[in-house]
Each structure stands twice: as structure tokens, then as C-alpha cells.
């Protein structure tokens, strides 16, 4: 492979990221002015406003949970401060319509809390009020205790990065530790906290599963019904082009925001380096409550819930047909993952060995898909070719009497094509946080010594970054094994995963046997969230390193 062959293909690469956003841009604004018409008068109105609302809910309550969670654990002692550090965390390994499910199974009507309820109290069903889950507050309530873990990762990695001179000032000018947490680590936080917030409202207006699970009209159910319930693929262009715009607003604002983590707290020791004060007595446990309730509702109940119901359904994951679901899923993820990997490989060696206003521009594009929902993904990629595949079969058929069906559009690899443009920024992202530690002199070193481009990656770049490689893969693997936008839309008849299959059963109202699929999602979720806390873990134990440095775009999840 030559050096010229490795910067053409990260060209590729970066182009088919861009594709489908350019894509569903055109059709949107191509399609019929009566559709937008339509659109403005009837359903624009509604979808805007529900996801706001969800958007403000979702922000604000993870944000205050993540941040002062990752402020207790980062600068108290307290009960299982060490075991409630990590399994902070774990919630994220749940996508986010798994825990519907298994809320709903536990709060609806016929579940074990009305049902404890009325058998204790002899209510009748209509004798009590009782909330109700399927609602955009049940919604907004899944999607806080899944994506909380995004603020509390930043937050907790910048406080530990803050200098601790400014804190002890102010402790010391007769400043109350909550008072100096207001004025002074909070403000120097702030960049890490605001960047996280908009890496979850982006999810937020990203989520399908959980908002159709629970009937709540936002603009992702909106493109999915539009396009497979009323057949109206111009209107789901044109409702992907709304959403298309609010999010890439969002992925400026946060990538705005990255650019100032940097130099946030510098000189000066950590908060980590510092002998942090025990609490005691009924400050010390209700320390450990207010770290424990996130955990209990985003993980401990979801499993034992799921647990449960998978047991009560009298299915098993050995089953022939989950097996042969979990192999489509495995294929599927292993084949993406390891192609968005390469690809970001191939552009981010291009970044660093021709950096420039290009290289930046390729880095930008290709990593423009983590803002954009799978489903404006896929209609992007689904809209062009469903008319190029069309098109070749009316040619073969006319000249060679040949049907050819669905060549592209129906096989898997227009799956994969969205998986890269969805999760590539994930994987450019872990890669960066490995190539940021090799010296830029040792790429003079090896071209010094006869080392073409292809060697230099080979055996000089590959062999440092090997460990943010293997988890670039891994949390692509992961993320598509979870995505279930872009699955529903692109995915052929006769290919099944586990997310779909979660997601059909419990739109069935088939929630015992939904929680076997979504165990094993929530199974293989659980590796790259201990990974990456391990990760932190070890960074954060090394004297010295990256003291007001913090990189929030090293982040490997999105």
C-alpha cells in the first residue's frame, strides 16, 4: 500500500460518512412544497415542542445528577465510595428501550408495584392515582438514568484534573466547601459539564426505541412513521432535515466546548493528589444514598427485572433462534466495527502526517455522523439507492430480461455503510487519544530512516496506539450492536438481530420475552463501560499526567 493509496481511501471514507447527511439533505429539499405545507401545519408543531420539553427535562436532570455524583466521589471519603466510583458508570451499558422495558414491566397496571399496592391496600384499579410510565415524563426519566454516565465521566475526569490551589483559597478566606464548590471548582468544571450535557441532549433527540416505546411523538418516531406508516419518503426527508439542523447546532456547540476543556484548572496539584476528608455519621451515608440511588434505578433493579422476566418467558439465549440472531448481530457489529476502525485509522494517519485546513476538513466530515440520528442516516442512504437499485433493475430487465431485485438496499452492507457514518467520530475519537502520546519526532525518526508512509503506520504508529485501537473496536462493536434507528429502516427481511428483535417483541406488548434479546444487549454493553473506567482509573493513577490537559473529544463514546 502507498502513501498515495492511504490518503485516497481516507478521502473514501470521509466521503461515504458525509454521503448520507448530503444525501437527506437533498431530498428534503427537493420534495414537494405541499409536503412541507403539510408538514408545518400538522406535526412540526407537535414534534418541536415534545422534544424540547424532553431535551430540557433529560439535559438538566443529568446533568445535575452526573456532576454531583462525580464531585462527591472525586473529593470525599465516604461508604463504598471506591465500588459506587465505577458502577456510576455501568448504567450506560443499557441502551436506553431496554430499560423501558423492564420499567414497564415493573411500574404498568398488572406489574409487582400496583399489584403489591392494591393487594396491601384493597384499592380497586380505580380507587388510586398511580404515575404513569408510558408518558414523555416516564421517557425523559429512561433517558436521564441511561446517558447521566456521559456528565459524570467528563465532570469527574475534570475535577480530578483541576488544580487545588483556587479551592484551598477560598476554604481558607472562610469559604464553606459547598460555597467554594459553587464559586470555584464548578466554574473551572463548567466545559467538561456542558460538553457532556450536549453529548446527551444529542442522544436524547437521537433515541428512537425508548420515545416509540412509550408513544411519545418526537421527531425520530416522527421520520420512522412517516416513512414505513404513511409511505411518505419525502416527508421523512424533510423531518430528518429539521432534526438534521438542531443537531449538527448541537455538535458545534460541543465541539466549541472541547476546545475550552483544555485549559481548564492548569498548575498547581490535583484534587486527586490531595488526602481527601472522611465524612461521617449521617453526612457520610447520605453521601453513599445519593451515589447509590443512581445506580440502583439504572442498573441493579433494570437486571433483576430483566432477570426475572427472561426466567418467567421459558426462553433461553441457547435457543436456535437466538443464537442464530446473536451470530447476525456479532457478524454485523464485528464486520462494522472493524471497517469504521480502518477507516478511522486511515484518516487520522492523514490528519497527522499532512495536517492542514484539509486534513482538518476530513476530520470534521467524517466525524459529523455522531450528531446525526440513525434514522436520518439511513433515510439519507435509503432515498439514493432505493432509486439507483431501481434503476439497474429496470436496465437488466429491459436488455437482458434479468430481474437483479435489491442489490444494494437489500443486502447488509448498506447497514454497515450507516453503522461508519454513525459511529466513525467514536472510533477517530479513541484513536486520537492513543496517537496523542507518540512524539511527533518519532515520525521524522522513522521517514530518517528510509520508513515509507505504509511502514510508519505499520510499525511504528499501530504497535503505540495498539491498546486505543482495541478499544475503538470495541466500542464500535458495542454502539451497533445497540443502534436500532438505522437497523429498523435498512435491515433485510430475512436479517434479524438482537435489537430488532427486542424491539418487535416488546412493541407486541411481549415484555417477557423482549428481556432475553436485551439481557444479552445489555451483556456485551457492560465491556467497554468497565474498559473505559479501568482506562480513567489508570490514567488518573499516573503522577503527573495530563494535569489540566484533559481531552474531552478522547472520550471513546460518543
Known amino acids: 500500500m502507498t502513501e498515495r493509496l492511504i490518503y485516497r481511501l481516507a478521502w473514501v471514507v470521509a466521503a461515504l460518512c458525509v454521503a448520507p447527511i448530503i444525501a437527506a439533505t437533498i431530498a428534503a429539499l427537493s420534495g414537494d412544497l405541499q409536503t412541507w405545507r403539510d408538514i408545518l401545519a400538522s406535526v412540526l408543531p407537535r414534534y418541536t415542542w415534545v422534544t424540547l420539553v424532553l431535551v430540557t427535562i433529560v439535559g438538566s436532570g443529568a446533568a445535575v445528577i452526573g456532576t454531583g455524583t462525580a464531585w462527591l466521589v472525586t473529593v470525599y471519603r465516604f461508604p463504598g465510595v471506591r465500588w459506587l466510583e465505577i458502577a456510576l458508570a455501568l448504567p450506560l451499558a443499557f441502551p436506553a428501550y431496554v430499560l423501558a422495558y423492564a420499567y414497564t414491566s415493573l411500574l404498568d397496571h398488572p406489574g409487582p408495584v400496583q399489584t403489591l399496592l392494591r393487594d396491601v391496600t384493597g384499592w380497586g384499579p380505580r380507587d388510586y392515582w398511580f404515575p404513569e410510565i408510558r408518558s414523555i415524563g416516564g421517557a425523559a426519566m429512561m433517558l436521564v438514568i441511561v446517558f447521566y454516565p456521559y456528565v459524570y465521566l467528563l465532570a469527574r475526569a475534570s475535577f480530578r484534573q483541576q488544580s487545588s490551589n483556587a479551592f484551598l483559597v477560598a476554604r481558607t478566606l472562610g469559604r464553606t466547601p ?115 440511588v443512581p445506580v440502583l434505578l439504572g442498573f441493579v433493579i433494570p437486571v433483576i427485572m430483566l432477570g426475572m422476566m427472561a426466567i418467567g418467558s421459558g426462553q433461553s439465549l441457547l435457543d436456535p433462534r437466538y443464537l442464530s440472531l446473536m451470530s447476525n448481530s456479532v457478524l454485523l457489529a464485528g464486520v462494522a466495527s ?40 439511513a433515510v439519507g442512504l435509503m432515498v439514493p439507492l432505493a432509486a439507483l437499485d431501481n434503476l439497474i433493475d429496470s436496465v437488466m430487465e429491459a436488455q437482458f430480461g434479468i430481474d437483479t431485485g435489491l442489490l444494494i438496499t437489500g443486502s447488509i452492507w448498506l447497514m454497515v455503510m450507516a453503522y461508519m457514518a454513525r459511529f466513525m467520530a ?6 486520537d487519544s492513543g496517537m496523542a502520546t507518540v512524539p511527533r519526532h518519532y515520525d521524522a525518526i522513522a521517514q530518517s530512516l528510509g520508513q515509507g508512509a505504509p511502514k510508519l503506520l505499520w510499525r511504528v504508529h499501530l504497535p503505540v496506539a495498539r491498546t486505543s485501537v482495541l478499544t475503538a473496536l470495541l466500542i464500535v462493536f458495542v454502539d451497533v450492536m445497540k443502534e436500532l434507528p438505522a437497523t429498523l429502516i435498512l435491515h433485510p427481511f430475512n436479517f434479524q438481530t438482537l435489537a430488532v428483535q427486542a424491539h418487535r417483541l416488546a412493541s407486541d406488548e411481549r415484555l417477557a420475552e423482549a428481556a432475553v434479546p436485551s439481557l444479552a444487549l445489555v451483556a456485551f454493553g457492560l465491556v467497554p463501560v468497565v474498559l473505559l473506567c479501568r482506562t480513567i482509573g489508570r490514567e488518573s493513577a499516573e503522577p503527573g499526567r495530563g494535569a489540566g490537559k484533559q481531552r474531552q473529544g478522547a472520550l471513546p463514546l460518543h
Open 178 to 292: 459547598g460555597a467554594a464548590f459553587w464559586r470555584v471548582a464548578l466554574p473551572m468544571a463548567r466545559p467538561a459539564i456542558v460538553g457532556g450535557t450536549l453529548l446527551v441532549i444529542m442522544e436524547t433527540i437521537a433515541d428512537y426505541g425508548t420515545v416509540a416505546f412509550f408513544n411519545v411523538q418526537t421527531f425520530a418516531t416522527g421520520i420512522y412513521q412517516a416513512w414505513f406508516s404513511l409511505g411518505d419518503r419525502a416527508a421523512a426527508a424533510q423531518l430528518s432535515l429539521c432534526l438534521l439542523s438542531f443537531a449538527l447546532l448541537l455538535a458545534g456547540l460541543e465541539r466549541a466546548q472541547r476546545g475550552r476543556v483544555r485549559t481548564a484548572g492548569r498548575g498547581g496539584a490535583r484534587f486527586e493528589a490531595l488526602a481527601k476528608p472522611r465524612l461521617t455519621g449521617v453526612r457520610a451515608w447520605g453521601a453513599s444514598a445519593l451515589c447509590l
Open 338 to 377: 472493524v471497517l469504521t476502525v480502518v477507516g478511522a485509522i486511515l484518516i487520522g494517519f492523514r490528519a497527522r502526517t499532512r495536517p492542514g485546513r484539509t486534513s482538518r476538513g476530513l476530520l470534521i466530515g467524517a466525524g459529523l455522523g455522531y450528531a446525526v440520528p440513525g434514522g436520518v442516516i
Open 426 to 431: 467514536a472510533a477517530l475519537n479513541a484513536y
